[in-house]
């Protein structure tokens, strides 16, 4: 069946620094693919998108590439601040059922 | 601005005593979906609606249940609350039809808690 996996947390990282958040997925078909960010507290934010084989999403700095030879979609940012801290979901749906499919959430924490 | 909205954002219950989450979206988007989300844990969707159809997840326990009585409100019933219930509650839409069926906005959150 389809299924999402990411890097494991927690990652602690210094203002400014560079971020990947690793995801690979594995999919029948083709699957579209997408970032979410949860503050603590709150809802899930959908923060990229990416539809199809090599669309880049962006937003906010974040960048992520579907790469369907890797079958991948890292999480990029190339300079984190403080309230970039939050849990990160990387998810796919199979745009059959509208059904998401989330892998387990890394939480990423920013010092100044 | 265009959302989606929870109540009550915490909710207490008892043991035992039937429970009622309640969504209202102003998208007007055809589907609605509720995910239970424990701590430190990824959503798992419990169920959603298309319109008025229902479509259950398998493993989702007959405790819970959902009503959606218009295109914008869809509520969560949890008819005997356990305290492995107790868990953050998420509401979500999306606008159904392809390829924006599984863009999903998601609510703040209800978080039950169960004593």
């Known amino acids: 069946g389809n299924s999402v996996t990411q890097m494991e947390g927690p990652v602690t990282l210094s203002e400014e620094a560079f971020l990947t958040i690793n995801c690979t997925y594995t999919?029948?078909?083709?699957?579209?693919l997408f970032w979410y960010v949860q503050y603590p507290g709150e809802g899930l934010q959908l923060l990229l998108k990416?539809?199809?084989?090599?669309d880049k999403g962006s937003n906010k700095g974040f960048e992520a590439t579907y790469r369907k030879e890797t079958t991948s979609f890292h999480l990029e940012k190339g300079s984190v601040q403080v309230s970039d801290s939050a849990v990160y979901f990387c998810a796919l749906s199979d745009n059959q059922g509208g059904k998401l499919i989330f892998g387990q959430g890394t939480e990423l924490s920013v010092k100044p | 601005d265009a959302m989606v909205i929870q109540n009550p954002r915490y909710q207490v219950t008892q043991f035992g005593k039937p429970v009622t989450l309640s969504c209202s979206q102003t998208?007007?988007?055809?589907?609605m979906y509720w995910y239970q989300q424990k701590s430190s844990q990824a959503p798992k969707l419990l169920f959603h609606y298309y319109d008025k159809d229902f479509n259950n997840e398998a493993d989702t326990p007959d405790n819970f249940q959902s009503r959606r009585p218009n295109t914008s409100f869809c509520f969560l019933d949890i008819r005997s609350p356990g305290l492995g219930d107790a868990a953050m509650y998420l509401c979500a839409t999306s606008r159904g039809g392809r390829p924006n069926y599984n863009e999903q906005f998601f609510g703040p959150g209800t978080r039950l808690t169960v004593l």
């Open positions: 990416a539809t199809k084989a090599d």
């Open positions: 998208l007007n988007h055809n589907v």
């Open positions: 999919a029948t078909g083709y699957p579209s």
